[in-house]
């Protein structure tokens, strides 16, 4: 998460091959991709008409927006970001806006941090307002006890190692596959 071009020299030394694809493929769009193959097992395949509450509009978050909205899905952001925002709406339309303080209570269908966490804590789960959480990122849960509150709350948690894992597997179609199409890599993703 967050990685920059400085991260990047320093892992050429380890491991030329994945810094490579690091450079030179957009993994948050793989990442996005997965996400909404996370997002398609919650809400089933048509998403037309379905919420979705993302906080946090970085490389994944704008990349799933930009998704979500192709899919017509009813669009609620968070981001503390104003350039990011503005950014969202000429993206894509009817985007409502709530402040990082009410995305836990804000009712939606999915509700997908992609902020570095933890978002929900032992003090706001008995708050959270949305049928799903799909966490992109790590760490959004304060203990790893509080799935079981999720759970007792008829609230679905997918984890980030499960549904963000789009970009691990684009990395897996480019170097050990051979796959260079981008149809064939996001087949593979």
């Known amino acids: 998460m967050n990685v920059n071009m400085e ?58 927006l930009k998704l979500c909205s192709a899919s017509g899905m009813n669009l609620i952001v968070s981001e503390v970001n104003q350039e990011k925002i503005a ?18 209570t804000t ?6 941090p992609a902020v570095s966490g933890p978002v929900v804590t032992r003090a706001n789960v008995g708050s959270l307002a949305c049928g799903a959480l799909a966490s992109v990122t ?19 948690y997918i984890p980030d190692f499960i549904i963000n894992s789009g970009g691990a597997h684009r990395v897996e179609a480019i170097v050990f596959d051979g796959r260079t199409s981008d149809i064939e890599i996001e087949q593979k993703v």
């Open 7 to 64: 991260d990047l020299d320093a892992m050429i030394d380890y491991n030329p091959t994945v810094a490579d694809c690091l450079i030179r493929y957009n993994l948050a769009e793989s990442t996005a991709h997965g996400s909404l193959g996370g997002v398609r097992a919650l809400c089933g395949w048509d998403l037309a008409g379905k919420s979705i509450l993302i906080q946090g509009l970085g490389n994944v978050g704008m990349a799933l």
């Open 87 to 104: 950014e969202a709406k000429r993206l894509a339309k009817n985007i409502r806006v709530v402040s990082p303080e009410d995305v836990i």
């Open 107 to 112: 009712q939606c269908d999915v509700f997908v």
């Open 138 to 156: 790590n760490n959004v849960l304060e203990t790893s006890g509080l799935h079981e509150d999720l759970k007792a709350r008829g609230i679905t």
